[in-house]
T-cell receptor, first 115, second 110 residues
Framework: EPEVTQTPSHQVTQMGQEVILRCVPI?????FYWYRQILGQKVEFLVS????????KSEIFDDQFSVERPDGSNFTLKIRSTKLEDSAMYFC?????????????FGPGTRLTVL | KNEVEQSPQNLTAQEGEFITINCSYS?????LHWLQQHPGGGIVSLFM???GKKKHGRLIATINIQEKHSSLHITASHPRDSAVYIC????????????FGQGTRLTINP
């Protein structure tokens, strides 16, 4: 069964460092998403990506964040200068569409710990 | 006011019981999603629906668009159903963005 994969599963970094979280969406999907979940809180939308550009982003997704699809398979989230409050579980998801076939498949998540 | 509200926040039941988890939302939506989050953190999509009812195994999801309300039912519950169940909506404006409820923590005791 096709699945979304994410690497690494756990990333520990020092405050101010750059991190790149990687995702491999399902191969025939066209829409890609990043979400995050701070421990004990709701899952929050960060950004959606379609046709090689950002289609929607939340207030959380400020200039410190960027996304890229560097090749035909990977989808990355970069945080340029991490803050303590960036510590969270980051989920990547992909979908074939966002309407009738918008069933989103989630990756297992990357737990980011900023020290 | 939260856009997506779930009830109850926590639910403990005995194996075999019929379970209902409720979700109310305040915005016009294109679709509503029910998700399951396992203790390890992984998220699995269970249902996506925009009208009526869907069934998958022992899980049933219903939605009432007029009342802005959805329910997730589990029949013949089992300890392996223990997880956090999350309701999320895709709004009509910004349909790709999912807005999540706070989740319902379900524990099924043997």
């Amino acid at each position: 069964e096709p699945e979304v994969t994410q690497t690494p599963s756990h990333q520990v970094t020092q405050m101010g460092q750059e991190v790149i979280l990687r995702c491999v969406p399902i191969s025939n999907h066209l829409y890609f998403y990043w979400y995050r979940q701070i421990l004990g809180q709701k899952v929050e939308f960060l950004v959606s990506f379609y046709n090689n550009e950002i289609s929607e982003k939340s207030e959380i997704f400020d200039d410190q964040f960027s996304v890229e699809r560097p090749d035909g398979s990977n989808f990355t989230l970069k945080i340029r200068s991490t803050k303590l409050e960036d510590s969270a579980m980051y989920f990547c998801a992909s979908s074939e569409s966002y309407r009738d076939r918008g069933y989103q498949f989630f990756g297992p998540g990357t737990r980011l710990t900023v020290l | 006011k939260n856009e997506v509200e779930q009830s109850p926040q926590n639910l403990t039941a005995q194996e075999g019981e019929f379970i209902t988890i409720n979700c109310s939302y305040s915005v016009g939506i294109s679709a509503l999603h029910w998700l399951q989050q396992h203790p390890g953190g992984g998220i699995v999509s269970l249902f996506m629906l925009s009208s009526g009812k869907k069934k998958h195994g022992r899980l049933i999801a219903t939605i009432n668009i007029q009342e802005k309300h959805s329910s997730l039912h589990i029949t013949a519950s089992h300890p392996r159903d223990s997880a956090v169940y999350i309701c999320a909506v895709g709004a009509i404006q910004g349909a790709q963005k999912l807005v999540f409820g706070q989740g319902t923590r379900l524990t099924i005791n043997p």
